[in-house]
């Protein structure tokens, strides 16, 4: 059984617990013992949406509610999750059930960003709202620092239709052609037309095939700019 070295997470992370059952929890997965971190999980997910809607409301004094929204979830999503866990090895740390160590769950983006949450939760726990807010940011700090132009984190029927609207011109519309493809691997063939153009997408949803139409449309327009 692998020995785990918590004070070197500890400084890797920058805090250190003055109940380090707290860290060890975080990242222990359910699969590893019923001293999971699911409850955590849960705080933690609720701590993070608040801290960074917090930091966004106070750092874009201007900004609508939509891009708010945009630039929050960018922050908050899974896989830049799991990033940050990466980029701190929690692979190392993470506690999981034998099976979950043979199927590469110390991979696992689920997991790793689940583990994520979980320590925000444990450090407000172990001290208080102000000290995790700091941890948090910090923790943050290059996604922060790294977040795209806001037109950038729209979709591309959003920043399709705002094209549009801001030249008077009417909206998109999207026409399902055709299905195809095994249940398990259906295809969706969508049309989009505009007021002078026309194109068709597929992809593995409606909704993705729409997206992709969408950015075709879009790219012709913004070249013709």
Same mark, same amino acid.
């Given at each position: 059984?692998?020995?785990?070295?918590?004070?070197?997470?500890?400084?890797?992370?920058?805090?250190?617990?003055?109940?380090?059952?707290?860290?060890?929890?975080?990242?222990?997965?359910r699969s590893h013992s019923a001293q999971h971190n699911e409850r955590l999980?849960?705080?933690?997910?609720?701590?993070?949406? @608040?801290?960074?809607?917090?930091y966004l409301y106070h750092k874009h004094p201007k900004a609508p509610e939509?891009?708010?929204?945009?630039?929050?979830?960018?922050?908050?999503?899974?896989?830049?999750?799991?990033? +940050?866990?990466?980029?701190?090895?929690? /692979?190392?740390?993470?506690?999981?059930?034998? /099976?979950?160590?043979?199927?590469? /769950?110390?991979?696992?983006?689920?997991?790793?960003?689940?583990?994520?949450?979980a320590l925000i939760a444990a450090v407000y726990l172990d001290s208080d709202?102000?000290?995790?807010?700091?941890?948090?940011?910090?923790?943050?700090?290059?996604?922060?620092?790294?977040?795209?132009?806001?037109?950038?984190?729209?979709?591309?029927?959003?920043?399709?239709?705002?094209?549009?609207?801001?030249?008077?011109?009417?909206?998109?519309?999207?026409?399902? +052609?055709?299905?195809?493809?095994?249940?398990?691997?259906?295809?969706?063939?969508?049309?989009?037309? @505009?007021?002078?153009?026309?194109? @068709?997408?597929?992809?593995?949803?409606?909704?993705?095939?729409?997206?992709?139409?969408?950015?075709?449309?879009?790219?012709?327009?913004?070249?013709?700019?």
């Open positions: 059984m692998r020995k785990t070295d918590w004070a070197a997470l500890e400084r890797k992370i920058g805090y250190r617990f003055t109940r380090p059952a707290l860290l060890k929890q975080a990242l222990t997965h999980e849960f705080l933690g997910d609720a701590l993070l949406e @608040t801290i960074i809607s917090n939509g891009d708010l929204t945009r630039m929050r979830a960018a922050l908050v999503k899974g896989s830049k999750l799991a990033s +940050i866990a990466k980029s701190l090895h929690f /692979g190392d740390y993470l506690q999981l059930g034998s /099976g979950e160590l043979k199927s590469g /769950g110390t991979r696992r983006e689920g997991i790793l960003a689940d583990a994520v949450e709202f102000s000290r995790c807010e700091s941890f948090t940011l910090a923790l943050f700090s290059e996604a922060l620092a790294s977040l795209p132009d806001i037109d950038a984190l729209k979709d591309p029927k959003t920043r399709l239709q705002e094209y549009l609207q801001g030249h008077n011109f009417p909206l998109p519309i999207y026409r399902p +052609i055709s299905e195809s493809g095994p249940d398990h691997a259906r295809i969706f063939t969508i049309e989009a037309q @505009t007021h002078d153009r026309h194109t @068709t997408a597929s992809a593995s949803s409606l909704k993705k095939a729409e997206q992709a139409a969408a950015e075709i449309l879009l790219s012709h327009y913004l070249d013709k700019a």
